[in-house]
DNA sequence: CGCTACATCACGAATCGTCGCCATTTGTTC
DNA sequence: GAACAAATGGCGACGATTCGTGATGTAGCG
């Protein structure tokens, strides 16, 4: 490979000369410079990412840190950062936590996720980063990323904590869209699948569904609201609960599709009609929504914009280290198909 | 950041010391060993990463340049990579080639994708990545790799050229596979959804169906072959014809899942039930195999081994670089559901 | 014409943090 | 006292950037 001091010997010139051109930073006579081009061409040089990173302490390279790639947002997140970056000449360094692995749900144990979490960062902060970006579908990892960064540091999707920098979603006026898209199409008795009780995103999408329910002026009544556990098989159990409801409700949201697919296979079976007796909706767009029978509306969740706005902040944040947390939070939107 | 020359201060030792102290490069005294030991933990030295790889010339870091990461498979050949690179105690660096663009796919533009593919290279070398892993679900990008390259380098999934090292998935075997535990089952007149007709994919499962058919003595006569597209919606189609088939078949092999779920609405909607009337095979085993009625027997891909191994490949060829090349084919397994 | 003043242009050398060759010191043994 | 082994240090190299400075040319002015 050939180096600025190659280039310079051969354009006989300094190798500041030749770091000027190739950085332009500073005027040089046109006849030096071509001269020194031509060198430059010549031997095909390109400089020294490393040399240039020790001297100048920056490496252009954003640290992705990610709960695991396999969860479908995950990746369209990444997705989206890794192509801002690029395109803003970033490099991602890339580290895979491997936080879904069923080993780890079922025994949940707390200390490895904390330590896994906790030496990722260390991995990349050893790469020396300019940033880190960290993209989690849960908020129960949220407390691990600990010590406090003299990294710039945002949160994709996850929250982290008031003072963070993050970029995710609207889980209530989400929400209440669909449930207005609903009203909007005479539903008013709906039935709600929910996630676990206790996750913040069911708690938040609630509110929205309450908040849409009574600026309607509608009751909403808590036996038409059950609790899954995000699982197909939960959809399908708190489906045959919901059929037993009197009267019964018009329309069903699930707050995911999987649930919302349980729901269907199980009014299907019932000899229910979808939408003509009963309509479903879910939450998330996953590949399943649009194979189901009929393809399910739902709500498609703002994945490569939450990448492309993370990316566009922790680049924000490398120039001026000194600006106060933002918190961006970006509009889902409705994929209407054929079951309302 | 304290530096080697901070360490070796506060030791009373010379940067050499510290050096062969944090590498094991020398025998050491056990007291000098202790004291730069000490002196290392108080001030919290940690090695710059830039500055060692600047004078050793090795970076320890793999580019893993991935078609697109919204693409199933390769999330979970990325997946398996990065587990098993940052075992060994390397660093991913990460770079999609969005390839999956509908835009990109509409106009074929095979001068865009050639440059996408060359300059996502580019980018990887001048990270100085020890090697690269180039990760596609599809063949026909592969010709564009072209530059002979100086970094080792392994494709996970595709295929390369006869002259390069890969590590893929067996097409015929597993589909042969396929047939043979349909046979079992008692199956005779087996219909298949093939692929597109010219792919890569499709003539090599095609192969393996023959040969499984011929070795049971039956005939597999091409009206029983049916082309497809991958898409859901060919499935449906090419279900319809098959229908129009007379001895109707009693099971039906999809290429992929896609199609295979195509085929299921399709028979279903005819009146037919499965297995009972009509079993339904597919391959590739994505998410919406266990969620359609009945769950889908499928074939599953071995991603997560794929990149494991490709992982180990390039670790490999880095140690020594004059390998010759390697071609390995993993095996599928069949999963079991419940439509046959 | 001769001298100073001032751009303009390019160079030298130090610097970033680490490693490894080679040399030197110290200690041991015959 | 020579020979040798063990332990440690000095110094340059990896490749690029950047500050301060020197060389050269030109204009202005008495």
Redesign the interface.
Known sequence: MATIRDVAQLAGVSTATVSHVVNGTKKLSPETTERVLRAISQVSY?P????K??RLGQ?H?IG?LVE???GLPV??I??GI??TL?RSGY??????L?LLEKLYNQYEQIGTYRQRINDGAA?LK???VDGIIYVAMHDRHLDYLLNPMDTPLVYAYSHGTEKDTCVTYSNRDSAADMIRYLLNRGHERIAVIAGHPHSYPTAQRLLGIQTAMQQAGLPLSSEYIRYGDWE?ESGREQTRAILRLDPLPTAIFAMND?MA?GCM?TLQEQGLRIPGDMAVVGFDN???A??L?PPLTTIALPTPEIGVRAAALIMDMIGSPAVPPRREIIHCSIVERASV
């Open positions: 390109t020294n990412t490393l040399a990173s020790l490496t390279t992705v695991d790639i396999r990746a369209a990444v997705s890794s192509e690029s490099k991602t360094i890339f580290h895979d491997h991995l050893s790469s020396n197909y999987l697919a296979a996953r590949e399943i649009s194979y029978q």
